[in-house]
């Protein structure tokens, strides 16, 4: 459910109907979770008091109309600010909650008990920490236990809406709740559809990250020099494993790998826990492009947390994540403008089922990102060039189940019978690439309670899809700072438009026709199983980087 603003809790928050020094002000957001509301979950009991509880206290950006207007002509070839990022200070100074404000918020939570953990260069995010007895003081909320309606576990919510007794408007606090936990899009092992046809130059005819370079790029030149690719992770990694994949498919890694915790909340390293989805993400991504100066991979349970982390490191151009997730829109889609303001590419996989709504809606619907949507390849022979592909029968695609988020306009002239997309809402994927059950990954894998540090093969997802493409980026990164070119931004509003002349359509794209999703079918040129196709190498390249 999307949050929307609460008018009446912005009038408290700002004071203006407050009398004496001390208040309740409602939050601009919606808390609990509908099937606490709706009686849909049965009450388990109370939440441990002394259980510590990480969260992430968002305040309202500033000016958003004039932001809109902002990014929209950044992305418009025909405005003089085309391709003009903002650098984060310019970004705060004109978006950004205001200095006052974030100190009054610091200062608050400080001396309420709670401990501030991070705070945020661009004074959107207050990450704080403390036990449910200090939050319930705080929030004036309890926090229960409740049964949940879907799945084998119970999780934690607050029993009413939060209030605080400051004078500073709050748009939502990240944290309170876990009724939707995040998922990783990958599946497997399995067989693959179609069967093993063995074009991968991994063990078993598996592919393994360099036969996707050799497919989507085709060229050498070009190796993410310079660049760094950023991917949003819910679990640490196991150290030991970094180099596994890299020796058992005989190949050298020399990017830097960095991990950050940004809230506390999870490790950046971790032992006995499973790592197969954190590293597929990091050497897909550094196989598309192995010449990147480093990787980062961003760690927390919370999922507001990691993106504006993201957001506030514009050292990192590409990102990229394989998780779904709880919607929040009114609190992450200002993080999303910001990167899209800042010239960062955020890529997300759309999902490893055929309707939305059973993948996990959430971020893939956001038009401010790219949805990578999953194929079946082929390639000409083991490591090979490109031969073909068909869509991926998993590959989550269909308008946005949020009827809030609307069809953007560069997406609507592509919308027809033949691909059943959506007129007004926005529709589900945007680009593709390989996510058949052929990929080759090495890892610790948890079955049960036991964990095994292996290698294996039939593995999919559109998983491998999303940081294929970061790592493609990367690749467009650098041949755009070669030339002299700002940075490639948000794609959305570049692929579209440029995919409407045909000729030029096909050397960006591989157009995808057969095969279908769901009730998706692929089919010539824009289709939901598979957006506009997978990337065409250096043609994709030459789009993306143009100034």
């Not at 050498?220 to 994949?245: H, N, T």
């Not at 830097?256 to 390293?269: C, E, H, Q, W």
């Amino acid at each position: 459910m999307k949050m929307h603003l609460n008018t009446a809790a912005l009038i408290l928050s700002t004071g203006l109907l407050a009398s004496g020094p001390a208040f309740s002000a409602e939050l601009l957001t919606h808390h609990v979770p509908m099937a606490v509301l709706e009686h849909e979950a049965a009450l388990v009991g109370h939440a441990d008091p002394e259980m510590h509880m990480p969260l992430s206290v968002a305040l309202p950006m500033r000016n958003q109309d004039e932001l809109d207007k902002t990014l929209a002509a950044i992305y418009d070839p025909h405005s003089p600010q085309y391709k003009h990022y903002l650098t984060l200070a310019e970004f705060t100074q004109r978006f950004g909650p205001t200095q006052t404000d974030y100190s009054k918020t610091v200062n608050f939570f400080q001396s309420s008990g709670l401990e501030v953990k991070a705070l945020s260069a661009n004074r959107y995010i207050v990450d704080i920490d403390g036990p449910v007895s200090a939050i319930e003081r705080v929030f004036h909320i309890r926090l229960n236990l409740y049964r949940h309606p879907t799945e084998n576990r119970s999780f934690i919510a607050p029993d009413r809406e939060p209030t605080l007794d400051f004078n500073v408007p709050v748009l939502h606090v990240t944290g309170l709740d876990n009724f939707t936990l995040p998922r990783p899009r990958l599946v497997g092992p399995r067989e693959p559809e179609g069967g093993m046809r063995a074009t991968g130059s991994g063990p078993g005819g598996n592919f393994i990250g360099s036969d996707m370079r050799a497919a989507y790029y085709g060229g050498s030149a070009l190796r993410g020099a310079g660049q760094a690719v950023g991917l949003m992770e819910f679990e640490g990694i196991d150290k030991g494993d970094i180099g596994l994949y890299w020796n058992t498919v005989h190949q050298s890694l020399h990017v830097k790998i960095y991990g950050v915790a940004t809230d506390g909340s999870l490790p950046v390293y971790c032992t006995k826990c499973d790592d197969s989805e954190q590293l597929l993400d990091i050497d897909y991504a550094i196989s598309m492009a192995p010449g990147l100066s480093y990787l980062t991979f961003y760690v927390s349970a919370n999922p507001v947390s990691i993106l504006n982390a993201m957001a506030t490191d514009t050292s990192i151009l590409q990102f990229s994540t394989s998780w779904g997730w709880g919607e929040n829109f009114a609190t992450e889609d200002p993080i999303y403008k910001e990167m899209a303001t800042q010239g960062q590419t955020f890529l997300t996989a759309s999902g490893d089922s055929p309707t939305l709504s059973a993948a996990g809606p959430w971020p893939e619907e956001d038009a401010n990102m790219t949805a990578v949507g999953g194929t079946d390849l082929v390639t000409k022979s083991a490591g090979g060039a490109y031969k073909s592909e068909t869509a991926w029968s998993d590959s989550a695609s269909g308008p946005s189940l949020d009827h809030s988020i609307e069809i953007e306009p560069y997406q609507l002239p592509f919308i027809n019978a033949s691909n059943k997309g959506s007129y007004t809402l926005r529709n589900v994927s945007d680009v593709s690439a390989n996510a058949n059950f052929d990929m080759y990954i090495c890892a610790t894998f948890q079955v049960k309670s036991v964990y095994t540090r292996d290698c294996q093969g039939g593995w999919g997802g559109t998983s491998f899809a999303s940081p294929i493409w970061a790592g493609f980026i990367a690749l467009a990164n650098e041949a755009a700072e070669d030339d002299g070119n700002r940075p490639v931004g948000a794609i959305n509003p570049i692929i579209y438009p440029n995919s409407s002349t045909s000729s030029l359509y096909s050397k960006m794209f591989h157009d995808v026709t057969h095969g279908k999703s769901g009730k998706y079918p692929a089919v010539e040129g824009y289709d939901l199983a598979t957006g506009l196709g997978s990337p065409n190498g250096q043609g994709l390249i030459n789009v993306l980087e143009a100034q």
